[in-house]
């Protein structure tokens, strides 16, 4: 067994500086910011290291982890390690946290407080690393949840502030407040009952939390019946509601919308993934028999959210709204390439998530950069932003480009091949249902395409507006143009080279796929 | 045999000494149980079997003494603030603590009750301490009066149980009711009933907890944190030897009747919980609503008889919920000094200027609401699994039910820190001006506060004691 140092440290050395800076006092805002940059920084460069010892070969085998006991008393141990899986998700989240560090260097929202800010990331990261790592399921279930309290107060005190009405609630109430105790209570709703579900595999497993050893269980038969049925409807609960999926997904454009810039960047790049990822990682291979059984429903829930999440894109008037249902529409692609069961399929999510986090997120970045200079998201408002902020207007004419799946950039790859998966799925599976979704996949990318077109028309394209005309706005500075830039880059490399993707995800995928179908 | 002589005899020596003397006291008698469970070898058993030190009576001694210390030292600058009693404040204190380490060694019907009496008389006057205060003295009161009711029924309960028996101790009785085949005859199981509505008291069960919340809103803030969380422990202890011991072979009937009260328990706590707006009144819902969970595991393996893992899930938790909600009443003492109110909206944005304060709100709440990786997790963790472990319907259904309430709780245990950090200050609302945080209750605060963490992040710690409380429970 191996150390598993690098991982431990990719995990916990953000938590470590976030105890760190909380003992610096408030008052030293730029070495706050340069521990947190530095300590991001340096996670980055050891996930590279990670990376550079991984062996691509065979990419397949859990690698590079440890297995110590952590409550012996239950069973349970601190159990790590990446196969090609997690490994992408794991470079991409690093990454993604890196930037965002960059980002708030100069554009926090009121009330600034860098210090909280800064922390809070780095907690949320020590989640979404350690997510990626665990291997044992109460060892992911405290990571996953880790990330939820972050989140929560990060949309709670640096989010929106407008006022608006809720029906079912007597007082109108502020955007953030909402949207923050939404957020909280939908994920833990799921997870209440994933974790009773990791119970009951635990006591049907031999009294193991391991997910490999439970991986080995599973493949063999050993959870059938309704047992089965019902751990898998309550592990679907779980992360259905994280990715999320029609009809789990309401919490998601309010939390959006009203998160500060960074919030929404991590939680769409990032948090989303931590619920696919646990499809990938946990609900197929522990329970083959009950993901062939779930698989269609999957599928058709998935079409009806990238057809839903299209349309609702058409009617939104605020910027940042129609890039959250956009991604209701992208995460749907992910899970319908998923729910195909095929190594095409999941290859396909496994790039697509990878694909969302980046432009996505850079989405967000751009909107919410937007949203700062304009002081408004009402696209009926915008305008002609190409001649007023050149370089965001670029960069979001790039973006859309590539959220539209233009062939060339990254986001093709995922929505073309869990097509191909849904037009193949399995064998065995009811091939109707899996075609009739490929085609409401196909409608929904041409209406994905119509949307975002749509958007750049009315914010981009045009005349701007007379209340810009004699205002001074200012373009992208230079925090905004680094944090962005590599995303950009990103985008074209996976477009046009996605065995950067695939060449750590297809093994570890066909190795999964053989071990739990057969096929 | 020395040390535990001296340790139950400490406490008693400091009678009408100042609040040093009592606080360094407690702490000392943390010391035998230390070198007890460190040379522990086997239980030792004394008066023919009514007194028994075993793993779990040290374990929760432990627990106990710290409690104590920690209101104590809650208490240091209350009772100095005011003019009232200082000695006898502590010797009442004292003599609860004192009631609740018998409690947990007791092995017979008359320790027990002496115990459990001793623990709870210095109570009804602590509740109602504040004595110019109207709702201190009716809190008082209804506490006085449900607290009387309760002992009769206990005492109604324990001398069926010796009439049918003729026996005292413990283990005689449950042989006797075995070899009798009276285990489920209706004496039996009517002193079952009588006894658990007695203790459903203390422990503010559905339908027994509608003193609570009147008494918790009224009495001194420290006495609060010691009800809700000692005088708790020791009703639970108290009800979860009775289980083991004695009423193990009762059938299904008490057992099922056990799980809807459990049920039934987490939501009239967490949805009275929801519309407080007065934080004391909110914890004191939200403990009704842990006493549910505390009670499920114990509720369960009356049906199943496996004793083992829910002794272990409720001691467990009993441990983690002691200092985490120690912690929360902290967070309201430490409120309450900056802006002096009982409406928490009252509190808009004072994070900002306690920060401290705000940390601990945080940590203390979202534990008690059972996010990772707080401590609060670890607690209903355990509960869940002893509650799955067998597999069969009542204890799955209850889990659903606790994780409907899981979540339930969290709406309002995030109020207060959603209140304090997210929302603007109000205008017309009086500050205090002593703002800075007293020492003793930093010690307070900080103590919880690792445990809190401790706990949630390495649970092994814990979960071992839980673990050993349990097994040795049942040699």
Avoid at chain 2, 192 to 221: N, R
Wanted: charged share 10%.
């Amino acid at each position: 067994m191996e150390s598993g140092l690098g991982l431990t440290i990719v995990v916990f050395l953000p938590l470590v500086s976030a105890i760190f800076i909380f003992l610096i006092p408030k008052k030293q805002e730029m070495l706050i910011k340069l521990v947190t940059l530095g300590s991001a920084l340096l996670t980055f460069g050891v996930s590279l290291i990670v990376a550079l010892q991984f062996d691509f070969y065979n990419a397949g085998d859990l690698q590079l982890g440890t297995k110590v006991s952590w409550i012996s008393s239950i069973n349970s141990n601190y159990e790590i390690g990446i196969d090609g899986i997690s490994l992408p998700l794991l470079l991409l989240s690093t990454f993604i946290s890196v930037l965002a560090i960059i980002y708030s260097f100069e554009h926090l929202p009121e009330p600034k407080n860098a210090k909280g800010m800064m922390s809070l990331i780095l907690i949320l990261e020590t989640g979404m690393n350690g997510t990626f790592v665990a291997l044992d399921l109460i060892l992911f279930f405290v990571f996953f949840e880790l990330v939820l309290l972050p989140m929560y107060f990060m949309i709670g005190i640096w989010g929106d502030k407008t006022v608006r009405s809720v029906s079912g609630l007597k007082n109108d109430i502020e955007t953030r407040l909402y949207a923050s105790i939404k957020f909280f209570v939908f994920t833990l709703f799921g997870s209440a009952f994933m974790l009773l579900g990791f119970l009951g595999l635990y006591f049907r497993g031999n009294r193991t939390f391991s997910i490999p050893e439970l991986i080995e269980l599973g493949s063999s038969g050993a959870f059938t019946g309704t047992f089965a049925t019902l751990v898998f409807a309550v592990l679907f609960l779980g992360f259905a509601v994280k990715v999320p999926m029609w009809p789990l997904h309401t919490w998601l454009p309010d939390a959006h919308t009203a998160a500060p810039t960074v919030g929404s960047v991590l939680l769409a790049a990032i948090l989303l993934k931590l619920g696919s990822y646990g499809f990938v990682r946990i609900a197929l291979p522990i329970l083959p028999e009950q993901a062939v059984a779930w698989a269609p429903a999957i599928a058709v829930l998935s079409a009806i959210g990238i057809i839903y999440g299209s349309l609702a894109c058409l009617a939104q008037t605020d910027l940042k709204r129609l890039i959250a249902f956009s991604s209701v529409g992208h995460m749907g692609f992910v899970m319908l390439g998923i729910s195909s069961l095929t190594s095409i399929g999941i290859n396909a999510a496994m790039i697509g998530m990878v694909a969302h986090g980046i432009i996505t997120g850079l989405l967000f970045f751009v909107s919410g950069s937007m949203a700062h200079t304009y002081h408004t998201r009402d696209m009926g408002r915008l305008g002609g932003n190409m001649k007023l902020l050149p370089k965001t207007g670029a960069i979001l004419a790039f973006t859309a480009m590539a959220s539209l799946g233009l062939p060339g950039l990254a986001g093709f790859w995922g929505e073309f091949m869990a097509l191909l998966g849904a037009y193949n799925p399995l064998p065995g599976l009811n091939i109707t249902i899996f075609r009739s979704s490929m085609v409401a996949g196909a409608i929904g990318t041409v209406l994905t395409a119509g949307y975002l077109l749509w958007m750049l028309q009315r914010v981009n394209l045009g005349e701007p507006k007379e209340e810009w005309l004699d205002k001074e706005l200012h373009d992208a500075d230079n925090y905004e143009l680094v944090a962005w830039i590599p995303l950009v880059i990103l985008t074209v490399l996976i477009g046009v080279f996605p065995k950067l993707i695939f060449g750590a995800t297809n093994d570890a995928v066909i190795a999964l796929v053989s071990k739990a179908f057969g096929g | 045999m020395a040390a535990i002589t001296l340790d139950i005899l400490l406490p008693r020596k400091f009678k009408f000494i100042i609040a040093m003397v009592s606080i360094l006291g407690s702490l000392f008698a943390f010391l035998p149980i230390i070198f007890q469970f460190a040379n522990y070898t086997t239980p030792e058993i004394m008066f023919e079997g009514s007194y028994v030190i075993d793993k779990f009576s040290l374990i929760l001694k432990g627990l106990f003494i710290l409690v104590t210390y920690l209101t104590f030292l809650l208490s240091v600058n209350f009772v100095e603030s005011d003019e009232y009693y200082q000695g006898e404040y502590y010797f009442l204190l004292l003599s609860s603590l004192l009631g609740a380490l018998v409690v947990t060694s007791s092995r017979d019907l008359l320790t027990m009750f002496i115990g459990i009496e001793l623990a709870s008389t210095p109570m009804f006057l602590l509740s109602g301490w504040k004595k110019g205060d109207q709702k201190s003295n009716e809190g008082s009161i209804k506490f006085f009066l449900l607290g009387v009711l309760s002992a009769s029924l206990i005492l109604y309960g324990f001398s069926l149980l010796y009439g049918v028996t003729g026996k005292l101790v413990f283990s005689d009785i449950a042989n006797i009711l075995i070899q009798q085949d009276l285990a489920q005859s209706p004496v039996a199981l009517l002193s079952a009933i009588l006894i658990l509505a007695g203790i459903g008291f203390k422990i503010s069960i559905v339908p027994f907890h509608s003193w609570a919340p009147d008494t918790y809103e009224g009495a001194p803030l420290p006495v609060t944190a010691y009800l809700s969380v000692s005088s708790k422990a020791t009703g639970f202890v108290a009800l979860i030897i009775l289980m083991s011991k004695i009423f193990f072979e009762s059938g299904d009937g008490l057992g099922i009747v056990l799980v809807f009260i459990s049920g039934i328990t987490m939501f009239v706590g967490n949805l009275s919980a929801l519309q407080q707006t007065n934080p004391v009144r909110l914890l004191a819902y939200s403990s009704i609503a842990q006493a549910g969970f505390i009670l499920a595991p114990i509720a369960v393996a009356n049906i199943t008889n496996n004793f083992e893992d829910g002794v272990y899930a409720s001691v467990t938790y009993l441990i983690i919920y002691a200092f985490m909600n120690i912690g929360a009443f902290l967070v309201i003492n430490l409120l309450q000094r900056n802006i002096d109110s009982e409406n928490m909206y009252d509190w808009g944005g004072l994070a900002k200027e306690t920060p401290l304060a705000g940390i601990f709100a945080v940590i203390f709440f979202f534990s008690l609401a059972g996010i990772p990786p707080l401590g609060g997790w670890f607690a209903k963790f355990v509960v869940f699994r002893s509650l799955l472990s067998t597999g069969e319907i009542f204890g799955l259904s209850l889990a659903i039910v606790g994780a409907i309430n899981a979540v339930i709780g969290l709406v309002y245990y995030s109020r207060i820190s959603k209140i304090i950090w997210m929302d603007s200050p109000k205008e017309d609302v009086q500050k205090t001006e002593n703002s800075i945080i007293p020492s003793p209750l930093k010690v307070v605060g900080f103590v919880s506060l690792i445990l809190t963490i401790v706990s949630g992040i390495f649970p092994g710690i814990f979960s071992n004691l839980g673990e050993a409380s349990s097994i040795f429970f049942n040699s």
